[in-house]
Protein backbone atom coordinates (compact mmCIF):
# COMPACT_ATOMS: atom_id res chain seq x y z
CA UNK A 1 0.00 0.00 0.00
CA UNK A 2 0.81 3.24 -0.48
CA UNK A 3 3.24 5.28 2.19
CA UNK A 4 3.86 8.81 2.58
CA UNK A 5 6.53 10.11 5.74
CA UNK A 6 7.07 14.15 5.59
CA UNK A 7 9.99 15.30 7.71
CA UNK A 8 12.37 18.36 8.20
CA UNK A 9 9.52 20.68 9.22
CA UNK A 10 10.48 22.38 12.45
CA UNK A 11 10.91 26.78 13.72
CA UNK A 12 12.71 29.08 11.25
CA UNK A 13 13.20 32.64 11.20
CA UNK A 14 11.65 34.84 8.22
CA UNK A 15 13.89 35.27 5.44
CA UNK A 16 15.70 31.52 6.23
CA UNK A 17 15.34 28.60 4.68
CA UNK A 18 14.10 24.56 5.05
CA UNK A 19 13.93 21.80 3.13
CA UNK A 20 11.41 18.72 3.74
CA UNK A 21 11.28 14.99 2.71
CA UNK A 22 8.52 12.52 1.64
CA UNK A 23 9.45 8.89 1.77
CA UNK A 24 7.47 7.28 -0.72
CA UNK A 25 6.47 3.87 -0.98
CA UNK A 26 3.69 1.50 -2.80
CA UNK A 27 3.08 4.09 -5.82
CA UNK A 28 0.05 2.09 -7.74
CA UNK A 29 -0.19 2.13 -11.33
CA UNK A 30 -2.34 5.09 -12.86
CA UNK A 31 -0.34 7.52 -10.12
CA UNK A 32 1.74 9.56 -12.13
CA UNK A 33 2.50 12.82 -10.23
CA UNK A 34 3.57 13.74 -6.28
CA UNK A 35 3.44 16.65 -4.79
CA UNK A 36 3.62 18.97 -1.31
CA UNK A 37 0.31 20.52 -0.10
CA UNK A 38 0.28 22.88 3.16
CA UNK A 39 -2.70 24.14 5.39
CA UNK A 40 -2.79 26.72 8.24
CA UNK A 41 -5.55 26.19 10.63
CA UNK A 42 -8.90 27.79 9.70
CA UNK A 43 -7.36 27.60 6.06
CA UNK A 44 -8.08 25.77 2.65
CA UNK A 45 -5.46 23.40 2.20
CA UNK A 46 -3.49 24.62 -1.09
CA UNK A 47 -0.74 23.18 -3.33
CA UNK A 48 2.40 24.35 -3.29
CA UNK A 49 4.84 22.11 -5.43
CA UNK A 50 4.59 19.18 -7.67
CA UNK A 51 6.23 17.19 -9.64
CA UNK A 52 5.62 14.16 -12.43
CA UNK A 53 7.10 10.86 -11.44
CA UNK A 54 8.18 10.41 -15.07
CA UNK A 55 10.00 13.04 -16.90
CA UNK A 56 10.11 15.14 -13.92
CA UNK A 57 8.23 18.17 -14.94
CA UNK A 58 7.40 20.67 -12.25
CA UNK A 59 4.63 22.79 -11.11
CA UNK A 60 4.59 25.65 -8.92
CA UNK A 61 1.45 27.96 -7.39
CA UNK A 62 2.11 31.17 -7.45
CA UNK A 63 2.64 31.45 -3.99
CA UNK A 64 6.09 30.08 -3.56
CA UNK A 65 7.50 30.41 -7.57
CA UNK A 66 10.72 31.43 -7.58
CA UNK A 67 11.36 30.58 -3.81
CA UNK A 68 10.50 26.95 -3.93
CA UNK A 69 12.01 23.90 -5.60
CA UNK A 70 10.60 20.30 -6.07
CA UNK A 71 12.66 17.58 -6.45
CA UNK A 72 12.78 13.61 -6.62
CA UNK A 73 15.45 11.14 -6.28
CA UNK A 74 15.80 8.86 -9.73
CA UNK A 75 13.75 6.12 -7.99
CA UNK A 76 11.21 7.87 -6.61
CA UNK A 77 11.60 6.92 -3.30
CA UNK A 78 11.92 10.25 -1.38
CA UNK A 79 10.70 13.76 -2.64
CA UNK A 80 12.38 16.84 -1.70
CA UNK A 81 11.01 20.55 -1.70
CA UNK A 82 13.46 22.96 -0.22
CA UNK A 83 11.89 27.12 -0.02
CA UNK A 84 13.88 29.96 1.21
CA UNK A 85 13.02 33.57 1.76
CA UNK A 86 10.71 32.05 4.25
CA UNK A 87 7.69 34.16 6.04
CA UNK A 88 5.13 33.85 8.79
CA UNK A 89 2.54 33.17 5.11
CA UNK A 90 4.89 29.86 4.73
CA UNK A 91 3.90 28.75 8.38
CA UNK A 92 1.67 25.76 8.10
CA UNK A 93 1.36 22.27 8.37
CA UNK A 94 2.85 20.75 4.58
CA UNK A 95 1.88 17.30 3.43
CA UNK A 96 2.76 14.98 0.68
CA UNK A 97 0.20 13.52 -1.86
CA UNK A 98 -0.06 11.37 -5.04
CA UNK A 99 -2.17 11.82 -7.67
CA UNK A 100 -3.10 11.01 -11.23
CA UNK A 101 -2.30 14.93 -12.53
CA UNK A 102 0.15 17.13 -10.89
CA UNK A 103 -3.24 19.22 -10.72
CA UNK A 104 -2.37 22.12 -7.67
CA UNK A 105 -5.94 23.44 -7.82
CA UNK A 106 -7.76 20.10 -7.00
CA UNK A 107 -6.92 18.84 -3.64
CA UNK A 108 -9.80 16.30 -4.00
CA UNK A 109 -8.20 14.82 -7.31
CA UNK A 110 -4.99 13.77 -5.28
CA UNK A 111 -5.41 10.19 -3.80
CA UNK A 112 -2.97 9.34 -0.73
CA UNK A 113 -1.78 11.55 1.78
CA UNK A 114 1.56 11.37 4.72
CA UNK A 115 0.91 12.87 8.12
CA UNK A 116 2.41 16.22 7.64
CA UNK A 117 5.41 17.69 8.95
CA UNK A 118 4.93 21.31 10.27
CA UNK A 119 6.77 24.46 9.32
CA UNK A 120 6.58 27.68 11.58
CA UNK A 121 7.97 30.28 10.36
CA UNK A 122 8.53 33.44 12.98
Known amino acids: HVQLVESGGGSVQAGGSLRLSCEVSGITEGTYCIGWFRQDPGKEREGVAAIMIFGATTYYADSVKGRATISRDHAVKTMYLEMKNLSSNDTAMYYC????????????????WGQGTQVTVS
Open 97 to 112: ATARLCNLDSVRSWVY
